[in-house]
Structures are given as C-alpha cells and as structure tokens.
C-alpha cells in the first residue's frame, strides 16, 4: 500500500501483524499476531524470524525446541484450535489444531502454560496431515 505525498512514495509496512508458516506441502500459512494480548512475546518471536521448524505431533498440536527464549506473559493452559503459543518450558514453537492428550473437551489443552501470541487465518485442520513438520516461519508482508 502506497500513499502520494508532495510527489513523494511513502511506503506502509505491514509491521507486527502477521506470520507465515510455510512447507512444501501446505505452502504458506498466514497467522495474525495477538499484539493486544502477549505485547512481549509477539516482539520476541517477530525479532526471531525467520526461524526454521522441526516439529513433534502431540495429539492435534505440533510442537518444537526454537532457539528463542520469552518470559510468561498472560500464560495458559487452554487454548483454542487455531492458536499458536511459545512454551516457556521447552522453549517451544505450538501449534493447535485440536484436542490434545490432556484436553477435558474438544478444545487443546497444553501440557504445561504457554503464551499465546498468534491465530491461523483460516482452517488449521491442515496440520491434521502431519506426523512431523519441517518449515520455516517468517514474517507477513
């Protein structure tokens, strides 16, 4: 997006709103960041990018060892399908996109608190395919 300025060409850069997970088989992923709800954390992980991914499957969430480290900021344990946290514990890269071996109901539970700082734009059942992932996550344009 461009806007005309005393003929001048201002840029406006879509900063700290989204991410892109993509791999070969699904493509690209846009997830929009939750800036309102864990400030900090959606600044750690937006300064990180890109990273490379190599995930586990646990239940319906895949998740992983990054090399970032982020404080608790409005930690939980339940979560919704589509979300995607940092898990202090394990310095850990989530992905939820269903129930989990802890959930009490259709919803993911974590194994332990995590700071959710983004939410897939559209259908995160896509990561159903997956026994493991590799990708990359960079930033949205």
């Known amino acids: 997006m461009y806007y005309f300025y005393n003929y001048r060409i201002i840029f406006r850069v879509r ?33 990180s990018l890109p990273l490379d991914l190599t995930l586990s499957r646990w239940g319906e969430e895949l998740y992983g060892a990054i090399p970032v480290k982020i404080t608790e900021e409005n930690s939980q344990l339940e979560c919704e399908v589509g979300d995607i946290g940092y898990w202090m514990q394990g310095s850990g890269f989530c992905i939820f996109f269903g129930k989990t071996p802890v959930s009490s109901s259709e919803k993911p539970k974590a194994a332990s608190e995590v700071n959710i700082f983004a939410h897939i734009e559209g259908d995160s059942s896509i990561f159903k395919q997956f026994t493991s992932f590799k990708g990359k996550v960079i930033k949205g344009e």
């Not at 991410?19 to 954390?41: C, D, F, S, V, Y």
């Open 15 to 47: 900063y700290l709103e989204e991410i892109i997970i993509e791999n070969e088989a699904i493509g690209q992923i846009r997830a929009k960041l939750l800036k309102e709800k864990n400030p900090k954390t959606c600044q750690a992980m937006w300064d």
